[in-house]
């Protein structure tokens, strides 16, 4: 029954949303299983499943497997007619896993090639995808050292969002992430901790405060306290960054609980030296006031 197999597909979508990546991973390939014998490859439905899946995998730390299976689904979708935008949407998330795997050069070629598909596509149409695509791109001019072109590209994907999806839109939180992380990497901490609290404001407002995306930019949030001197204000976002995760269900080996608890114990150590080796925990979900990176920020992942 296709309702049956559209139905595994979305309540996969729903276990990945709320931190549950591995329970998503089954469900994902069970609906695959039915699409593969029901719908023709590059089929829009099965190139659905195919992105779900290959995200969940790069949130339970399989970047590897999450390549391959983008590599095997861009092969099956280029054996066929394309249609609409689901190319691009895949070479999107394969330029964010070529990105992280530091393979910037094939990055950029994909995500070239996704916004060209996007315009003829689109044919002038404006999307919130498009935004998704600029955000995608900055980030790699941003890895490459190239700060110009990325601020250029975050900023005409803010441009879009707020003229398609508007404010209160995840995607327009992802871009203000995307542009925080730009300004701490150039020394603007001030610009960067504004950046980071207009998208704490607005994930708090559209995906809630138990989605690990916030705790993503609990992380960004504590990066900035840390480097203007306010560690226990860090340690204890931090610790909040990590809770969301236990919250969600985010398993050990996902690469942004590693990050964050890769944080904390520095954070914590640093306290340590300082004499500090307790210190209180902040209120379930709490933003501190003050105004305060560690080592390491993180992107949203698309």
Known sequence: DPRLVSMYSLLAGAYHGHGDATRAIG????????????????????????????????????????????????????????????????????????????????????????VLLQRLALDGEESYEVAVALNMYGSILHDHGEHDGALEKYTQALNVNMRTVGLQHPETAATHNFLGALYEDTGDIASASAQYRKCLDIQMQTVGAGSPSIANTYNNLATVLFRQGAAIDAAQLLQQAVLVLDYAGVPAGNPDRELYSSNLAAVVQRLAAAGVVDFPESPHWAVPTQEGTLPMTGRNSL
Request: glycine share 6%.
């Open 27 to 114: 469900l994902f390939r069970k609906a695959l299983r039915m699409q593969k014998k029901m719908l023709r490859p590059g089929h829009p439905e099965l190139v659905a499943t195919l992105l779900g899946l290959i995200r969940a995998l790069r949130d339970i730390g399989e970047s590897d497997g999450a390549l391959r299976t983008a590599v095997e689904a861009e092969e099956a979708i280029r054996s066929g007619p394309l249609e609409g935008l689901d190319l691009s949407r895949l070479l999107i998330t394969k330029s964010d896993l070529l990105r992280e795997s530091q393979r910037n050069s094939e990055a950029q070629l994909a995500i070239e090639e996704a």
